[in-house]
């Protein structure tokens, strides 16, 4: 299995697996394609992708529920399961609360929980100590935050007393380098993992006739190209798909080895951003 190692955070599986819209919608359980959604989650697993992304909100819950359910006979310390909690939940106790709902719906312990982003229900430090709390009894392995831009990062970083802010995840790709200005230099020079959702862009990134051309030179696909393109760049994609063949593509970027011209050529091929701000 294909590994992207952090100080902070220990070493992950370098591609994820994203379940938004699987098992529900915001808030929302659909229970009606439960076995097809299982057997997908347990198909990527088999296939090497092994951090799956869930949270809270995904489904009320369901989602975590059928992460649960597809991780069943999975060797556990192969696996990295990343789930967060909302916003609203974000007070001590919430927090508490809401962490223990998602383990037990999960079926273990969770390896990273976030806060999905910042909260207006209460002071950031407060959250910090309760995911400090919650690693010190177990339930969790490690924290972070999503959805921050650099000054918040380094506001909850500062929150941390017992144990370090482990890993960011932000919305990233080919097409959306804002970050690199500044949350994927700072996150990543410090021991962070920063996790990328979105990175297919919902289905454009396979269709993007540029690295669909790059791909020619390995047999590989556009999508298999971006993944190995982030996997280089040193995120951590969490591309989202249910069906089977998408996530045999994907998985199928877990062996790609982009030359170092090659991931020159396509940083070229799209705007990027202007250069880095100080922190």
């Known amino acids: 299995m294909r590994r992207a190692c952090f100080r902070r955070a220990g070493c992950v599986p370098a591609v994820g ?32 992708i092994k951090l799956i992304d869930t949270a809270e909100m995904y489904g009320g819950g369901h989602a975590e529920e059928l992460v649960g359910a597809a991780i069943r006979g999975f060797p556990r310390d192969e696996l990295f399961i990343v789930t967060k909690v909302w916003p609203t939940h974000a007070g001590y106790d919430d927090v508490i609360k809401a962490a223990r709902r998602s383990s037990s719906r ?33 339930v969790i392995r490690y924290f972070g935050v999503s959805n921050f831009s650099l000054g918040e990062l380094l506001e909850a970083e500062a929150c941390a007393k017992k144990h370090e802010l482990a890993a960011v995840q932000n919305y990233y790709s080919l097409y959306h380098r804002r970050d690199e200005l500044d949350v994927i230099p700072y996150a990543l020079s410090n021991g962070m993992a920063y996790i ?62 982009l030359s170092g011209e090659d991931f020159e050529a396509i940083a070229r091929m799209f705007p990027a951003a202007a250069r880095p701000r100080l922190f």
Not at 19 to 45: C, K, L
Not at 209 to 235: I, N, S
């Open 17 to 48: 697996l994203g379940t938004w819209g699987i098992g529900g919608g915001f808030w929302t359980p659909d229970r009606s394609r439960d076995a097809e959604w299982i057997e997908a989650i347990r198909h990527a697993i088999g296939r090497g």
């Open 196 to 257: 990328a959702y979105t990175p297919l862009e919902r289905g454009a990134i396979a269709r993007d006739a540029r690295l669909a051309e790059v791909g020619k030179k390995y047999g590989a696909t556009a999508v298999q190209v971006a993944l190995a393109w982030y996997v280089r760049r040193g995120v951590v994609p969490i591309p989202k798909s249910e069906r089977k063949e998408h996530i045999d593509e994907i998985a199928g970027a877990l062996a790609l080895e």
């Open 106 to 138: 999960l079926g273990t312990y969770i390896d990273l929980y976030l806060l999905h982003a910042p909260s207006s229900a209460a002071p950031v430090c407060e959250t910090i100590r309760a995911f400090e709390a919650l690693v010190d009894a177990g």
